[in-house]
């Protein structure tokens, strides 16, 4: 019933809530939505609050209330019809108004019937000695000192809360109980009037005076038996039927009882007021102590070569894990953990630390005020026991502007801009920086300008001198950068950066968005140690790096163009100060997250535009011009001027189907009179400028034409939901210009979930053919191989499954995991000389099954075991002519569709024809068993290896142990 009369009186609001002055409550907020309504209302008198001046809008709305608001609305409309014969009010209710306001007079007489019930049942059942003599014990606890033993300040609260209540509730039944008689006598009284004079309306106020008749003769029943209760609640004559009600003793107890609670109360709320108030300023400063502790014990060693295991148990827990290489070549050469070997660590070895917080939850706003501050400790406590001080934290403002001082022992970490002192993505670690870095956003100061200083020493790992960006052992650096707000969207950052002894410089950089155009910007100019300021901006004396950059989005057309100048001594970040350029991966540039390599000037622009034909169509182009950035066409180190351009798009078909065809152009100018286009990799750019990637969109900076047709397994109105498919053909130029390499690559992924069974099969074909005969190769073909072909024809079957398992709802909850997948390469034309030659053609298989018990004897506590088998027959070995198996590979491919390969070269990664011309090609396997233990942070990892070379010999064998202890606090 009180959603039903709150839906009416809600409905009702409009009408009322008009052309009247406003009442104040205390509780109802400027601001609170209902605060119009609820004054307008109490304007009229429809509601009148309570006696402290309170509206209580959110207590649930009870019975009485309902009538009386009733009752007070057609008082409203009769006052109404005397004053003018007409009411605005009744007016403007509704049939359907009228047809609710009668439900709820009916369904307040059933309410009333049942409070009838209940009077009845509180004339059978008065207070006894025994309920006062337990209500005198919990008046005796109140009466206690705050803080005495035992005693909750959350128990204490909740108490009073609910002794507040019973108090007002008992003050105020009786009142109500009274005002209901009356108002109810009132209202049928008024809905009689209202029926002579609302013509219109004559059914509808029939059928109200006749409930309103019926609940006045409840009522005056009721009133009778309150008037019972009256007599004896204040000690007037007992009534026969009555007897075993309590005395006027006990009543008079009861009332001595309820002026002691009020005096009671009055004493817990002042000490309740005055905890409240010691609570808000203890929490105004709050304390922290976290920390961590790590133990670990182990080793792992083998009989002969070292090799990985990452390929039979990807993410296993004695695993050497991706770092720099470990054998030969460039040491900033990142490796993945599969072209690392696994064996000859020792684990054993203990550290911890632990870090000490304050904050301040209100800091001042005037003067130097600390909002937080935090000092970390960090210990290695195997084989001897050093503390270090690792990082410290300060924060705070100072009139209101914030600041922030960080403090960090080897991994200080700042970012300036793209190529100038850029270190906040070293999580290598290729260079150790002990220093700080300080903030201020002076928000006061014209500009807005926020003032970075970072200071420290700079240590380069022992590497090589000028292999790292500070070029040297160690270094002290220096560095300020002020970033200005000139106008709303606009920020330009100058900058002052130093490596004593070695290089220094200066830089600026703008970021601007001014609606729907976005424009940045660099430029930076360092030098060497010692050469005067001057020559910072003579271009032919120090080393710049510029770039602009700018994108407009108009509608469905996006535009974006760039400009750049990267000078090559931003190789690796030597120039800019900048360890996150100082590591590379096999195949990929070393320019880190800058925008454009270094050695490189050009220009570039882009478009797309995005239309509404079908389920969406995206058209997009692009064109780039780059060289070598002194401008050389052809030097003599085989730079050459790069020129591509293309057109792609995106044509969403129907149930998940896309369609991707596009087109390109690729010229390299290898010649001094001209361009031609291709080069020596066959139309694929793979210089500093812009390099192709295999599956790159569009294939860009190629000579390609091509088109794929893809279903995404994701789509909500995929066709066949998870299934993911590609075909896609295209063609790319020889360095005739003829497109005479043809490409053909089709893969299919499904994702299906049967209960607690995940079945995720794959399978792959990738065709790769030459066209052109060349000359003669090594099968006998009569024409020369003189001509210089470099690449193979070739095609790849690829395929493998995953199958697992939830855990069980059985004793041990297991799971279970099955994985394989195999590859076969037949190469049927190969460049000379290639280790492919003959009938070398690649093969892989690679299986593995394991089990899970993931609830071990106890919650928290689980174990797996896992055995292992990868086999590999020609297959091309990073680890080179020393050895005489596949002991290590590369990345892990084996449930991927979208490369030829398990574990071994990237290849295609690069292009599609690339099978390591100039690799080793070897042939073997390792075999492996792997358990591991947990019990929340507590592991236990054991390991047995075994590397085979191509006739399964033994010729390694390997076992790791390892356990390890993580707590955090």
């Known amino acids: 019933m009180k959603k039903r009369l709150v839906a009416l009186l809600a409905g009702l609001l409009t009408v009322l809530s008009m052309g009247f002055g406003l009442a104040q409550f205390s509780d109802v907020p400027a601001g609170h939505w209902a605060k119009e309504a609820v004054e307008s209302l109490a304007a ?275 695993s050497s894990g991706a770092d720099q290489q470990d054998y030969g070549g460039n040491p900033y050469r990142k490796r993945v953990a599969q072209r690392r070997g696994d064996f000859g660590q020792t684990f054993t070895g203990g550290s911890a630390n632990l870090t000490f917080g ?61 190529y100038l002192f850029a270190n906040n993505k070293d999580d290598d670690e290729a260079v150790s920086r002990r220093g700080v870095v300080a ?34 052992a160690t270094a002290d650096y220096f560095g300020i950068r002020t970033a200005l707000k000139p106008l709303e969207g606009i920020t330009l950052g100058l900058n002052y950066v130093r490596a004593e002894g070695i290089r220094y410089g200066v830089g600026a950089d703008l970021s601007a968005s001014v609606g729907p155009v976005k424009l940045t910007g660099v430029f930076d100019t360092t030098k060497p140690w010692g050469q005067p300021v001057s020559d910072l901006f003579d271009s032919t004396l120090s080393d710049w790096a510029y770039y602009v950059k700018g994108e407009a989005v108009l509608g469905p057309l996006t535009l974006s163009a760039n400009y750049r100048a990267i000078d090559p001594d931003y190789e690796d970040g030597v120039a ?9 991966y096999f195949g990929v540039g070393g320019n880190g997250t800058a925008p454009y390599a270094p050695d490189n000037r050009g220009f570039g622009v882009d478009a797309k535009v995005n239309l509404g034909l079908l389920e969406g169509l995206e058209v997009r182009g692009y064109y780039e011009n780059a060289h070598d950035y002194n401008g050389v066409k052809l030097n003599a180190n085989g730079g050459y001027q790069q020129q591509a351009y293309g057109v792609g798009a995106t044509l969403k078909l129907f149930r998940g189907f896309a369609l991707n065809p596009y087109w390109n152009q690729l010229f390299f100018s290898n010649s001094a009179e001209g361009d031609t286009r291709g ?72 994702d299906l979930k049967l209960g607690p069974l995940s079945l995720s099969p794959y399978v792959r074909y990738h065709s790769f053919k030459d066209t052109n005969p060349g000359g003669p190769d090594v099968y006998g073909d009569p024409q020369s191989i003189a001509s210089g072909r470099t690449t193979y024809d070739y095609t790849t079957l690829k395929y493998g499954v995953k199958v697992a398992t939830d855990p069980l709802a059985i004793p041990l909850k297991p799971s279970l995991e099955g994985v394989y997948a195999a590859r076969s390469t037949d190469i049927t034309r190969a460049p000379g000389g290639s280790p492919y030659t003959g009938n070398n053609d690649p093969k892989e298989t690679y299986w593995r099954v394991g089990l899970a018990l993931n609830e071990f004897l106890a919650p928290g506590a ?73 019990y929340y942070d507590f592991t236990v990892a054991y390991l047995d290896a075994v590397l085979l070379d191509g006739a399964n010999n033994v010729l390694s064998y390997g076992r790791a142990f390892k356990v390890s202890y993580d707590l955090k606090f």
């Open 44 to 318: 009229k008198g429809i509601i009148v609050g309570f006696p402290d001046g309170t509206y209580r809008g959110n207590e649930n709305l009870t019975r009485y209330q309902a009538a009386l608001f009733i009752y007070r609305l057609l008082q409203q409309i009769q006052e109404e019809l005397k004053a003018k014969g007409t009411s605005p009010t009744m007016e403007a209710l509704s049939a359907e108004d009228l047809e609710a306001l009668k439900n709820a007079v009916q369904e307040l007489a059933a309410e009333l019937a049942a409070l009838g019930v209940r009077v009845s049942a509180l004339e059978d059942s008065a207070a006894t000695k025994e309920d006062i003599a337990r209500l005198e014990a919990a008046i005796e606890e109140l009466k206690k000192p705050v803080g005495e033993p035992g005693m909750d300040q959350a128990a204490l609260k909740d108490l009073a809360d609910r002794v507040e209540a019973a108090s007002v509730a008992a003050d105020t039944a009786l009142a109500q109980a009274q005002q209901l008689a009356e108002q109810l006598q009132a209202l049928s009284q008024d809905v009689a009037g209202l029926q002579t004079q609302v013509e219109a309306n004559a059914e509808a106020i029939q059928a109200l005076n006749e409930l309103a008749a019926l609940l006045n003769q409840d009522v005056l029943a009721l009133q009778d038996r309150v008037t019972n209760l009256e007599k004896l609640v204040s000690g007037g004559q007992e009534l026969p039927d009555l007897a075993q009600f309590a005395t006027k003793e006990d009543v008079a107890a009861v009332q001595e009882f309820a002026a002691a609670l009020r005096s009671d109360l009055v004493g817990l709320s002042e000490k309740v007021t005055k905890l409240e108030g010691q609570v808000a300023e203890l929490n105004k400063v709050r304390y922290s102590i976290s920390g961590s502790l790590s133990a670990t014990y182990g080793t792992a060693t083998a009989t002969g070569q070292d090799f990985d295991i990452d390929r039979l148990f990807p993410g296993n827990a004695v």
């Open 358 to 418: 304050v904050k301040v939850a209100e800091p001042g706003q005037q003067g130097v005020n600390v909002s937080e501050a935090s000092v970390t400790l960090y210990a290695d406590t195997f084989p001897s026991i050093s503390l270090n001080l690792e990082s410290a934290t300060l924060k705070g403002n100072v009139d209101g502007q914030p600041f922030s001082v960080v403090y960090s022992e080897s991994n200080s970490k700042f970012f300036f801009n793209d």
């Open 439 to 472: 903030t201020l956003s002076a928000t006061k100061f014209p500009l807005a300008p926020e003032v970075t200083v970072v200071a420290g020493q700079a240590t380069d790992n022992g590497n090589p001198a000028g292999s790292q960006p500070f070029g040297a």
């Open 576 to 584: 800019g100060l900048s360890a996150n350029y100082a590591y590379y």
């Open 679 to 750: 080069s020596a990799s066959y139309g694929i750019a793979n210089y500093n400028y812009s390099y192709y990637i295999y599956n790159i969109q569009d294939s860009r900076y190629s000579s390609s034409l091509g088109v794929k047709l893809t279903h995404d397994a994701k789509a909500q109105n995929a066709l066949i939901p998870g299934l993911g498919l590609t075909v896609g053909y295209q063609v790319f130029a020889d360095s005739s210009g003829a497109y005479n390499l043809q490409d053909l690559v089709a893969y299919a992924t499904y």
């Open 862 to 934: 689980s174990v797996k075991v896992g055995y292992a088998r990868y086999r590999g027959e020609n297959v091309a070995n990073p680890d080179g002519a020393p050895f005489t198996s596949v002991n290590r590979g590369f990345g892990d491919f084996s449930l991927s569709a979208t490369t030829d390969r398990l574990f071994t070269y990237p290849g295609e990664v690069q292009f599609p024809w690339n099978l390591t011309a100039t690799g080793n090609v070897r042939s073997g396997g390792v075999d492996g068993i792997y358990v591991e233990a947990k």
